[in-house]
């Protein structure tokens, strides 16, 4: 009887172990929590799937997500806002747990993965893969590795877009 219970409960525990906790407390600038700021966790297409607002201490909590690649935005009238960025691991997925300082002006997204790691400055989903170039006479071909993130690849030259496609190869001539 205890190995079936035993048994059962290790089996929910797995089920309950693929979503994870999304946590945390917004601050503005002068260190005060944030109260009544929208807290909006989207896919990488930018769709609200969950919408909270954080409470009289700037806390707010996000229950049974599943680990994926999301944006969470936390927005203020007043105070401003900030965006994250919040990447999966390949494994041991875990809870995390925010400290945010919303900003009146627009700051670049900070990254973040599920596992209550510090936050990273770039995004390692845009780390490319060795880039190859092959020079021919009156062309040039630049390869690269497919990112399982990305679903088209812009090209710039000078500021300017010069390339988009889905393909993961680019040839001027």
């Known amino acids: 009887m205890v190995r079936k219970f035993l048994f059962f409960a290790f ?4 089920v309950l172990a693929k979503t994870v906790l999304i946590s945390g407390v917004v601050f503005n600038m002068e260190n005060e929590p944030t109260r009544k ?4 966790l989207s896919n990488l297409e930018n769709v609200p799937l969950i919408v909270e607002t954080t409470n009289r201490k700037g806390r707010f909590k996000m229950k049974n997500i599943k680990p994926d690649f999301y944006y969470l935005t936390v927005e203020h009238p007043e105070d401003g806002q900030i965006i994250v960025k919040i990447n999966p691991r390949k494994k041991r997925n ?13 700051v670049p997204p900070i990254v973040y993965t599920f596992s209550n790691a510090k936050p990273l400055e770039t995004d390692p989903a845009l780390r490319m893969k060795p880039v190859k170039t092959t020079v ?10 497919k990112r399982s993130q990305a679903k088209t690849y812009q090209l710039y030259r ?8 889905n393909e993961n ?5």
């Open 169 to 173: 190869s680019f040839e001027d001539t």
């Open 94 to 106: 875990r809870d995390i747990v925010l400290r945010l300082t919303v900003a009146p002006t627009p």
């Open 37 to 40: 700021a929208t807290v909006t």
């Open 136 to 145: 021919d006479i009156g062309k040039i071909i630049v390869e690269w590795g």
């Open 158 to 165: 000078d500021d300017e877009m010069i390339f988009q496609s």
């Open 11 to 14: 089996n929910i525990h797995i």
